[in-house]
């Protein structure tokens, strides 16, 4: 769980671009269209380094929208579904793993 | 407690709208991410996994009950209904939108509260004993100190880029309340032979991946000279403390590197030619601030009154909590509450938005306004009159405050952690969590006696984890979480780092682990008063890592 | 790269000159310190301006020994982050009372114009054209200052003693 900005770019499995949406902190992920979606099954993946590469320079480069830009690997699950890698990155799209104050 | 003059608010306004500027550049684009990020985290505004989180100051850990009440305010209206107390006497945020900044500074303006560094590379939070003012051992008030410096470092022209952050806690009581030794800065008050009050100047503490106690370059310093020496510490830092490395950066490498005393002497030939110059603190610029701090009006009690002793007589339940979470206050017939905000099973040091609102309500009642925020994250009522104890204990106990634990093995210190941070490596919440579950029997809590358990999330160590009599730091194995355990530390006069207990052990088990170093410590102590820490001094870590690793 | 002084955009009437190149006659010039501390005892009988770039990592008391008669001294912000030149501006200003340009150069952006400004700096190589026009509001931007430097601001605790002594009513404040 170090963070991902700090790694050099290798892909060894399937990834994401996601980021940090620049107005409100919303963790997104990069669409195949070039915007940004909060919906990880709509993102764009990618399987190898020159496509992560490539992703990653437009994306980056989309300087207006969206802040602390990386590559995260995902999972494909057995029904083709896209899921978060690994702990960290299931807990930038689900959450905190404890319930919040307040809820019980 | 400080009460801002016009100049004090003006600042503040103004920086509101400097700050309010600088995020419409941002969101222009006409200011880059790499040029706004170091504004923003002046402004502290931190980017974490989820969203922006805005750290505000709480200066020296006190807060009136209409601060506390804006803090609910900005709670509910801009983030999710709840705010985290941090380890430096600051309130963390987690939600915020960074449209919606501006506008939540300028309400926290409207009650003196705002963000002002609380990162990047300045100085940040002074953070003092969290009963300054009220504690029966205190020499004087080291508020007022902390506040001459606070102003003083607070957008200094000269200290605004430092190589790294830059953190001071003063303490002018016997027992060491604030973490001195670990600090950049450590000031500890105290009396000298000729009864002059006067500081220990302690510099190059600190935490994190280098951990250092810090080394005493000043053994009295006079209260006239405390700015200029400050300053020179200072301009030596900025000038020579290390920028291409930035976990080489802090001043205790550098107080490292150079060698303690050379690097007094360097601070002396700075400070030599400005000691006597506009920085001197003269009577009449003390007086000045003095004046603002505003003392309640205490009224002449009896101690140990009646309806006390009666209530402590009729109520087990109000006596434990009476026992544990009490303290002396220096004046007669008062006390110094501590609010638990480490109850069972949920994240230590959160308070909802309603809670602080019956705080605050609170505090007006019983209190006179005024609450603390201590640095192991519980709040402080610091003026209860004794008399009144009973039936604030039943209201804190309504709003779920009041969990007798105070310094014990359930009222753990925890950094957010990986469920928050983007620099953690993994959870500390759900670990203090079950933690406090395989606690929750307070006779076990009680027979354990005070037991400090300190979390850190990772290196970085704002869980204060390397000065925990149990301290706990998540790092990564192949992916996995994993947890290293250190045991004996602590952060008083008598500073120590922990020892390592042996490899590190997964999620899974490090409640087990924590369970077992309980064990182990009422099998060895010597007598049920021996506390955890004086156990270890006697006996060292090899009974305990005996006993827990072969526990397996 | 705008050069601010005294609030408006200016032209430089300072040329640099390379580390070897030959150092012209009747021109003010901007020097490498290695240059200056090579050649000081021919450049202090130039009749036109002497100036420096001093390094960021080097002390000013090296400097201070050509202090009466440089005439501008340009200080480095490599990074705006890197805030060396702070501590060397009010040093020579402060501590060595030079009374020359002190030019700001490196990375300048215009949220650190009021602090160079506090720090002695009156002079400002700006990276940015649009931060260089909004030199004056910049500096502008804050009117309470808790700490005294050497630009002759009134610090707070000089305002507050001044109004509280009721027999000077308000005049101290003025400046």
Redesign the interface.
Same mark, same amino acid.
């Given at each position: 769980?170090?963070?991902p900005l700090q790694q050099k770019l290798k892909v060894t499995g399937p990834v994401v671009v996601t980021a940090?949406r #620049?107005? /409100?902190?919303? !963790?997104v992920y990069r669409t195949a269209q070039g915007n940004w979606t909060g919906d990880l099954a709509g993102a764009a993946v990618v399987t190898t380094a020159s496509a992560a590469t490539e992703l990653l320079a437009a994306a980056l480069a989309d300087? $207006?929208r969206a !802040? /602390?830009v990386y590559v995260a690997p995902v999972e494909l699950t057995a029904e083709q579904q896209v899921i978060p890698g690994? $702990?960290?990155e299931r =807990?930038?799209l689900n959450?905190?793993? =404890?319930p #919040?104050?307040?809820e019980s | 407690m400080y009460v801002y003059d016009d100049f004090d608010r003006t600042l503040v306004e103004e920086r509101v709208r400097d700050f309010r500027d600088q995020v419409g550049r941002r969101l222009s684009g006409e200011l880059t991410e790499e040029e706004f990020k170091p504004l923003r985290l002046m402004n502290g505004v931190y980017l974490q996994l989820h969203a922006y989180m805005l750290r505000i100051a709480i200066p020296y850990g006190t807060l009136s009950s209409d601060q506390m009440r804006m803090l609910a305010h900005v709670a509910r209206k801009y983030d999710r209904n709840y705010g985290h107390f941090t380890t430096r006497q600051n309130i963390q945020f987690n939600w915020i939108k960074l449209e919606q900044l501006p506008d939540a500074m300028a309400d926290l303006a409207r009650v003196g509260l705002h963000g002002m560094q609380t990162s990047g590379n300045c100085v940040r939070n002074i953070t003092t004993d969290q009963w300054a003012g009220v504690a029966p051992d205190e020499i004087e008030d080291a508020r007022i100190w902390a506040e001459l410096l606070r102003q003083h470092l607070t957008l200094h022209p000269e200290f605004s880029f430092l190589p790294r952050k830059f953190k001071i806690a003063l303490t002018a009581a016997a027992h060491d309340r604030a973490a001195v030794r670990v600090h950049d800065i450590g000031l500890r008050m105290h009396r000298n032979s000729a009864g002059e009050t006067g500081f220990e100047v302690i510099v190059g503490g600190g935490l994190g991946r280098t951990p250092f106690i810090g080394k005493t370059i000043k053994p009295f310093l006079p209260k006239r000279d405390l700015l200029s020496y400050v300053e020179a510490i200072l301009r030596t830092y900025n000038q020579y403390g290390r920028r291409d490395n930035i976990y080489k950066a802090r001043i205790k490498i550098l107080v490292h590197e150079l060698g303690a005393e050379k690097f007094a002497r360097e601070v002396e030939e700075e400070w030599q030619p400005i000691r006597n110059g506009a920085l001197a603190l003269e009577a009449a610029g003390v007086a000045e601030i003095t004046q603002r701090f505003r003392y309640p009006d205490c009224p002449v009690l009896e101690d140990e009154p009646a309806e006390l002793g009666r209530a402590r007589a009729g109520d087990p339940r109000f006596r434990i909590w009476l026992d544990n979470a009490v303290f002396n206050h220096k004046l007669l017939g008062h006390a110094i509450v501590t609010l638990s905000l480490k109850p069972v099973g949920a994240p230590p040091g959160d308070a909802t938005a309603q809670q602080m609102d019956a705080i605050a309500d609170l505090a007006d009642r019983y209190s006179h306004g005024e609450i603390r925020v201590g640095h192991e994250q519980n709040l402080v009522l610091p003026h209860v009159a004794q008399r009144d104890l009973p039936a604030l204990w039943r209201a804190l106990d309504t709003i779920g405050v009041a969990t007798p634990n105070v310094g014990l093995v359930s009222d753990i210190i925890a950094c957010p952690g990986l469920d928050y941070c983007s620099l953690a490596n993994a959870r500390s919440i759900p670990v203090a969590e079950e933690i406090t579950r395989r606690f929750k029997d307070l006779d076990l809590a009680r027979s354990l006696g005070r037991l400090h358990i300190n979390i850190s999330g990772c290196i970085n160590a704002c869980g204060h984890h390397h000065i925990g009599h149990i301290g706990i730091l998540g790092v990564e194995k192949n992916g996995e979480e994993y947890y290293q355990v250190t045991i004996g530390g602590r952060a008083d006069d008598a500073a120590r780092l922990g020892t390592i207990l042996g490899p590190a052990v997964p999620y899974g088990e490090i409640a087990d682990v924590v369970e077992d170093i309980a064990a182990a410590y009422l099998e060895l102590r010597e007598r049920p008063d021996e506390h955890f820490i004086h156990t270890f001094e006697r006996v060292g870590v090899e009974p305990f890592k005996e006993r827990v690793y072969a526990a397996g | 790269m705008p050069l601010v002084k005294a609030g408006r955009i200016v032209d430089d009437r300072f040329v640099r000159v390379l580390d070897d190149a030959p150092v012209p006659d009747d021109v003010p010039i901007i020097l490498p310190a290695a240059r200056l501390l090579a050649d000081a005892r021919e450049l202090v009988l130039r009749r036109a301006p002497t100036g420096v770039v001093w390094p960021n990592d080097r002390r000013i008391a090296e400097l201070a020994p050509y202090l009466d008669w440089i005439a501008l001294v340009a200080l480095v912000f490599p990074s705006f982050r890197d805030g060396r030149a702070y501590s060397q501006a009010r040093l020579l200003r402060e501590r060595h009372r030079f009374g020359g340009e002190l030019r700001a150069t490196g990375q300048i952006l215009r949220d650190q114009f009021l602090f160079l400004q506090r720090a002695g700096f009156d002079a400002f190589e700006v990276t940015k054209d649009r931060d260089a026009a909004a030199f004056v509001e910049a500096v502008r931007r804050y009117s309470v200052f808790y700490q005294p430097t050497g630009d002759g601001r009134t610090s707070t605790l000089t305002a507050r003693l001044a109004r509280g002594a009721p027999s000077r009513g308000q005049r101290g404040l003025v400046r």
């Open positions: 769980m170090t963070s940090n #620049l107005g /409100d902190g919303a !963790v300087k $207006l !802040v /602390d690994n $702990l960290r =807990i930038r959450g905190p793993t =404890i #919040l104050p307040g | - | -």
